[in-house]
């Protein structure tokens, strides 16, 4: 590991920013999550709460100009990126001011300009979006980088393994981020994923390497590294970040009793484990910040939530002339 890469190393600057990213996701989630329920969102959407230490970690280790690709899950890469959220609240409610005029809604959030080549309803789809992605930075000769996040239910998916296999032969500057929240819908992974994760893209020659994925500075560190290696022509890698999605599958899976227990959820919610506690508790222990600075972050991450969502109600919905556009059939 780099010096510049150690997390312990990571300076106020950096890590205060990651909080607060942190942060706008956790609050962008909660008010989704009350658009749903206040029957004001069309369709439903899928909560990141719980992992945002892998969005912010990872994105922030990139360039504006570095592409990324993500999933149905998708908000926290997409707000990590560098997405506004009244534009991003316009979108789940189907409004023309969306990032896609109201047309792609929750699961297909695109925002080029970020970076951000869109998200993905077809689990596992976005691998080959990522990996042309970086094909394409290989033969135009520009160090840009891709990142094709993922949940371990994409590890059953043939997709994966082709454009690895690919990505390797071709020493392509793409880094795979598979974020193992430990359930695949309502199926727990070790049901579903056989053998060791790290051994699948390894038997490609891909370096893979796994973190805690609740601890956003862990996160950040692995990835710069991996980020400096690719850009400077290394080729591919993996990051496994064993995390947890506090909420059900989607906004409606309330009642989880069946297919995991209360005292796993605690488990992961606790103090030890919440990625914004985790960075809270060590930006108060370097004298960083203190409670009120911490306290100021959430405030104004709130007002900008606040702000977003009541542009959102407020935006008027795509003319119905616009139905055909941007249609490709
Ligand atoms: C190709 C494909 N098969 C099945 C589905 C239905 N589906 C949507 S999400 C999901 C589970 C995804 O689990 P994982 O990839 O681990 O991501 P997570 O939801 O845990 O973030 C499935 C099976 C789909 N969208 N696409």
Redesign the pocket.
Known sequence: MSATASPSKIGAEVALEMYRQMTRIRLFEEQANELYRGAKMPGLT?LYIGEEAVAVGVCSALRRDDWITS???GHGHCLAKGAEIDRMFAELLGKEAGYCRGKGGSMHIADHENGNLGAN?????SAGIATGAAFSAKRRGTDQVAVCF?????LG?GLVYEVMNMASLWTLPVIYVC?N?M???YTH?LEATAGDILSRPRAFGIEADEVDGQDVRAVFARTIEFVERARAGGGPAFLLCNTY?YHG?HVGDVDRAYYRTKDEEALWRSDERDPLRVLGTWLLAQGFVDDDALKAIEDDARAEVESGVQFALEAPYPDPSQVTEDVFA
Request: aromatic share 14%.
């Open positions: 899928h999933t149905h899950r309803a077809i689990v596992g789809g993922f949940g371990e239910g994409a998916q974020e929240n359930y695949n819908e992974y999605r599958h």
